[in-house]
Structure formats: C-alpha cells, structure tokens
C-alpha cells in the first residue's frame, strides 16, 4: 500500500515538475517577457509542493494511525470485559487482537477477540486507503496551489534555493538529534544503575564481577561492580596498541614523505592505507588463531607463562589496524610544512635526518599528536579484535602478558543471554558505554582542537 | 621604530663619510676589479629532467662586493644562484654540470659534502622563512648542528653577535623566546639573514629578499646588505634593477638561460655593451 502511495506521489510530483516548466514556458511566450527564473526552478517548485507537504502528512498518519485504530478497537469490546482490566493488561489483549488479526493463532481466541480482530482488519484497510485519498488530494492541491502562483516574474530561484536551505537543515538537524539521542539514552540508563550501584563503588571499586543471577536458578558471581580493572584493562591493550601503532606509523609517513620515490609511494601508500579496510572481525580471527599462539610458544621458549588471550596478542593486532590511521594523519601534516622550511634548513646546512628531527617533526607535531588522539580513541573504542582476543576476566594487572578485559568486552558479554533492564547487571553495560562515549568525546574534541590549530599556522 | 631605522641610516652615512650617496657609488668600479675572486662557474649547464635552464654560464664573484643577478623572470638566475650552494641537489632530476669553484675547491667534486658546503655558503630566501620556534632556537639551529657551541654562554653570544650584525638585537633583545613566526616580515627576514650569519659562512646567497617586504623593510634590508659587504660576499637575485643599482658593485644579466653581460653595476646600467641587456634596463622587455 506504502509503496503504491510512493509511486503515486512521485508520479504527480513529476507532472508537476512538467506542469510547472510549461506554464512557465508558456507564460514566458505569450507575455513575451522574460521570465525571472528558469522554467525548471518554476517546475521544481511546483514539484516540492506536491511532494513535500503530502510527505510530511504520511509521516504524521502513520506515527499516529496505529494508536488511534487501536483505541477504537478497544472502545469497541464489550465494556463488561474490558471493565476492571489494568494498563498492561489491556496491551496485551491488544497484542493478542493483533496477532489473531494476522492469522497468528495459538490458542482458541475467546469470541470477542475474535470480533475485535475482524474489527481491527477492516479499521486499518480502511485508514490505509483513507490515507492514500487523502495524500493524493494533498499532493493535487499542492500541485494546484503551486501552479497558480506562477508568474513572469515569480521568484521560484530564490523559492527553490530557500526550500534546498530547508532540507539541507532538516539533514543535519537529523545527525545531531541522533547522537543526543544516543547520550540520552546512554544517560537515562547509566542513571538508573547508579541508583542501584554508588557511583564511588563504580568508579573506585577494584572488583569486576557483574555476572549476577538474572532468574533464581542461575549460578553467578557475587555481584561487584567496582570498574578500575575494567579501565586498566582498555587502558593497557590501548597503549600497547600505540606502542606498536606510533612508531611504525610515523616512521612510515615520515619514509613515505621524505625519503620514498614518486612510484614507490603511489604503490606502498594505497596497500597501507588497506590496512585500515581490512574487517575488525579479520584481525580478530589473525589476533586469536595466530598472533596469540605464536605469542604463547615464543614466551615457553624463553620461559614465559603467556595467557592464551594475552592483552599483548589483542593490544599488537589492535595496533595493526590502527598503523594506517597514524601514518596518514601524519603524512598529511609532514606534507603541509612549506617547503620553505626544509629549504631553510638545507641552506643552514643540515643534512636531511636533522631537518626531520629539528624542522619538520616539531613543526608537524601538532598535526602529529591530532592523528595520534585520533587513534587512541578508536583504539579504547574497538570492540570486535578484543571480544575476539581479549580475556573476559577483570584483572587488575599490568603485565602484558596477562589476560584482561575492556570496556567493551564487558559490555558486549553484559548484553549477551539473560538481559533484565532493572537488573544492575544489565545496566552496568550502559554505565560503561556512557564512559566509554565520554572518553572518546573528549579525545576527539582535544584532537579536533590540536589538528585546527596547526592549520591555521600556515595557511 | 622610525627613530630606530634613521639612527642607523645615520651610521651608515657616517661610515660613508657623511656623503649622502648610495652604496652602489660608495665602490668605485677599480676597487671591485681589483677584489679578489671568491667563486669562479665554469661552462655550467643546469638540466631539470631533459629541458636546459642554464647554458655554459661563465661568472666570477669577486669578494666583499655585492654581486647582483637580474633578468627577466625564468632567464636562469635563481637556478644559477641555487648551483652556488648545491641547493638544486635537494630538487629530484635536477642535473648540474660544469665547474664551480669556491677558493680552489671545485663543489661539484667528488670529495665534496654538500651539507659542509652548505655552511660555507649560505642563503637567504625570497619569502622569509623562519622555523617555528622561538627567535633564540632560530639562530641556534646552525650553530648547534655544526657543534659550534659548546656552552650555553657561547651560544648567547653566537645569537647575540648574529643578531647584532643583522642589525636586529636592539629590536627582539626582550623576547628572545618569543616564536620568530611573530615578528613583521622584514624583522622575519632580518631574522633569516642572522640565522645565515651564525654558522660563518663565506659567502650569503639572496635569492630576492625583498621581494615579500614592504619599502620601508626593503630599504632596512637593502642598508644590512652594504653592512654585510665588508665581511661577507654577497650575491643577490633581484627583479627590482633600482634595488641592483643601490646594493650592488657588480651585476650579472641573465636572459634565456645565457648569461649575457658581466660587469661593474655602474658600467652596466650606464653602458652595456648587448642591445639585449639596454632593452632589457630600458622596461623595453621583462
């Protein structure tokens, strides 16, 4: 029905357009004037009124047709029943009313569902066609309206431009109403766990163990929340993530920018880059199946005891993903220090690995330390290598070789099996994910911050 | 800052002996004949990739005298200036051939570095471009990577007399630590001619300094060139022929890639021997 209704429109939106054009044309001919806009902003215009006021009619109807069949249904049983029922107890005759009306029947419905369902039926095929009648008048009134106040020297540019304007707005308005959002979702939920759990214990408490029994039957933990080893944990794969990432990445732009031939570069730069196509879900699979068992082997060589799910396996494959990132950042910031200032340093004398290091680095830096923040947020941020390589313990501990855990494992096993959203144990996982979204903000911005600041010195 | 640049404008008038004349005619064209010659080019020819720039240019630079190069633009002379100190080695498929001497040593040799070449002769760029660091760091760098120093004492005193000689100290003594991006384009350029100075070079290479300045900053430049002249030699690219004829003692004209006339600066704006360089001082082309 949806579908037909879309067709329908935008066939009358695309008459209107032709309309439109032609009047506009034929107005042009026979006052032998010029027309102050082209006849395809006259037919533009004609086709937005068509289009968009019956648009937004169609959202409304069907935010609001559900309910409103709904209530007439329910109206409509006996009161006798329906008498006494409380609120969730009427949803869920609700919801049985509807199933049965789509012929999902499991038990003999009583005779008044029955009745309701048929009731519903007919309501619905009702609206929806009230609905397409309705819309279509919508869009030939537009296109009426539209088309009557076309003149010579109607100005359908500047409407057309302000419409753009319009939608343009409405676009972004719609990215940022969803990350508020997304913090308001996070906030309300991470609110109701701290009320179950002090926010000193979440933040200060040095035990982790969130797996508390959702039904009575269940075998669980204790029920801790204290999250410091959760943190140390994210924190100690990110930074082992950047100790390979930094270094490998820099030394890489810096090779790529100064040292690599034109057709090496345009070779080694795109398959770097690829580094950073490859599927989080791929280094998972590298990071478990061949980084971590090779690590473990090489430690019993030399007499280390490695953990299966070592951080260092995770936080090394993470610092894989993350080495294009770096390099590129950097590359760009190499690339814009003038040349003025390399020759500069040449005509002092240096030789090219001490402009690097006293010329083009320092002056790069910012540009530099951006992409690093960057990277560092995406490092605590990723979920899929570390679910797959990481350890699902909380351990407070700094040793590489160790199995911990982050933020988001946790919160990835807090969601999986038996979820209860009174249950701190479910809740838990939005506490994380809102300090979680706050860390990575603040990076962000702090490295947004750092990167603007740099461009403006030389331009 | 006005009374600053007529102090000095006095000075320099006193150590002319009061006479109200430009450098160019403070140097009579004997005393630069009978200087002694600082570089010699040889026949050089300069390649970028298969297309010539310079063809078989001979020149000699004669010491403590302002050698200016002009000619319209593309005729070579920033290419030329830039084989001086080797700096077209920095540029990919850039090839030179041919001799340049400095005292006896031939640059282009094979036992040359040209990064220790590089510090004897040093060179000054068209816009100035000082490092983003503080104007302390910004005469320090040379010195520091040739070792020059090796307490902090001596380093003051290598900024301090750099500054000095670049006619700069009076202005940044009290902010030393500022970035040297900070100051005005001609003080940045001044700057610059410091930084050149501190690691003693024998010979400054100017490839238009003062073609980003304003006049007043073009004229404190241009005083600092005659300063510089009594313990440096001086070659300079300029488009301006009335800056050639103040600051310099001697002027090299370069069109089409050939150096066309050498001679004393007062010889060649007075009477040049090629139809083309008369043209060419004249406006009739450039």
Redesign the interface.
């Known amino acids: 029905m949806l579908t037909t209704l879309f067709i329908c429109l935008v066939a009358v939106a695309a008459a209107g357009y032709f309309f439109g054009q032609r009047k506009a044309r034929g107005l042009a001919a026979s006052q032998n004037t010029r027309l102050h806009s082209l006849p395809g902003y006259h037919g533009a215009y004609v086709a937005f009124w068509v289009g968009l006021p019956s648009l937004v009619l169609v959202l409304f109807w069907l935010l609001f047709q559900d309910a409103v069949v709904e209530g007439l249904v329910v109206s409509a049983i006996p009161s006798e029943i329906t008498q006494g029922m409380s609120g969730n107890r009427i949803d869920l005759l609700v919801s049985e009313i509807k199933s049965v009306a789509a012929g999902r029947i499991f038990v003999e419905p009583q005779p008044y569902v029955l009745e309701a369902a048929a009731h519903y039926n007919i309501l619905n095929n009702t609206a929806e066609k009230a609905m397409l009648v309705v819309v279509l008048a919508l869009a030939v009134l537009g296109l009426g309206y539209a088309r009557r106040n076309l003149s010579a020297d109607f100005r359908a540019r500047q409407k057309v431009g302000l419409t753009m304007d319009g939608l343009m707005i409405l676009c972004s308005v719609i990215a940022i109403v969803t990350t508020l959002g997304i913090i308001a979702s996070l906030l309300f939920e991470a609110i109701r766990f701290f009320e179950k759990v002090p926010v000193g214990e979440f933040f200060f408490g040095l035990s982790w163990e969130p797996q508390i029994a959702i039904r009575a039957d269940q075998v669980a933990g204790t029920g801790a929340f204290g999250a410091v080893p959760v943190f140390t944990g994210t924190l100690l794969i990110a930074a082992i993530a950047m100790a390979v990432a930094i270094p490998i990445g820099l030394f890489s732009a810096i090779y790529l920018t100064e040292y690599a031939g034109d057709r090496f570069r345009s070779v080694i730069k795109p398959v770097l880059e690829m580094l950073a196509g490859v599927p989080t879900v791929v280094y998972g699979f590298f990071a478990v199946l061949t980084v971590a068992p090779a690590l473990r082997e090489a430690g019993a060589a030399i007499g280390l005891d490695v953990a299966p799910n070592s951080a260092l396996a995770a936080g090394a494959v993470m610092g894989i993903m993350i080495i294009p990132f770096i390099s590129s950042l950097s590359d760009d910031a190499i690339t814009a220090v ?1 040349r ?12 090219k690995a ?1 402009t690097i290091i ?2 083009l680095l ?2 790069a830096l910012p540009g530099i330390v951006g992409g690093i923040l960057l990277a560092v947020s995406r490092a605590i941020g990723e979920t899929m290598i570390v679910v797959m390589a990481a350890g699902l313990i909380a351990k407070l501990t700094a040793n590489p070789l160790d199995a911990v855990t982050t933020v988001t494992v946790q919160i990835v096993t807090l969601l999986i099996g038996d979820t209860e959203f009174d249950n701190p144990k479910t809740l838990a996982a939005f506490a994380l994910g809102l300090v979680l979204f706050v860390a990575t903000l603040l990076l962000n911005i702090v490295a947004l911050r750092v990167v603007q600041k740099y461009r403006e ?1 030389y331009e | 800052m006005k009374t600053a640049q007529n102090t000095a404008q006095a000075e320099s008038q006193t150590a002319t002996n009061g006479a109200t004349m430009t450098p160019a005619e403070t140097a009579s064209p004997q005393v630069t004949e009978m200087h002694p010659i600082k570089m010699t080019a040889r026949k050089v020819d300069v390649f970028y990739g298969t297309k010539q720039a310079l063809f078989g240019v001979d020149l000699e630079i004669r010491d403590n005298a302002v050698t200016a190069l002009i000619g319209p633009s593309g005729c070579g002379k920033s290419t030329f200036l830039r084989c001086l100190n080797r700096m077209n080695d920095v540029i990919d498929n850039c090839r030179v051939e041919g001799e340049i001497r400095l005292g006896d040593t031939n640059i282009y040799g094979a036992n040359i570095d040209p990064v220790l070449l590089r510090a004897r002769v040093g060179m000054v760029f068209q816009k100035p471009n000082p490092f983003p660091k503080s104007i302390y760091e910004n005469i320090a760098y040379g010195p520091r990577i040739h070792g020059m120093a090796e307490r902090r004492a001596e380093m003051d005193e290598i900024v301090e007399t750099s500054l000095r000689k670049a006619a700069l100290w009076d202005e940044v003594k009290d902010r030393l630590q500022e970035p040297g991006t900070g100051l005005s384009g001609g003080q940045q350029q001044r700057l610059c001619i410091a930084r050149a100075i501190a690691v003693n070079p024998e010979v400054i290479l100017m490839d238009e300094p003062c073609s980003a300045l304003d006049p007043i900053a073009t004229a404190r430049v241009e005083e600092l060139i005659d300063e510089l002249r009594e313990n440096y030699t001086i070659v300079i690219v300029t488009h301006s022929m009335q800056q050639a004829a103040r600051v310099s003692q001697r002027t090299a004209f370069f069109h089409l890639g050939n150096l066309v006339e050498e001679d004393e600066t007062d010889q060649i704006f007075t009477n040049p021997r090629d139809k083309r360089t008369q043209d060419y001082i004249t406006g009739r082309f450039g």
């Open positions: 003038p003025a200032m390399r020759d500069g340093s040449y005509a002092m004398g240096a030789t001490e006293r010329v320092p002056a010195r």
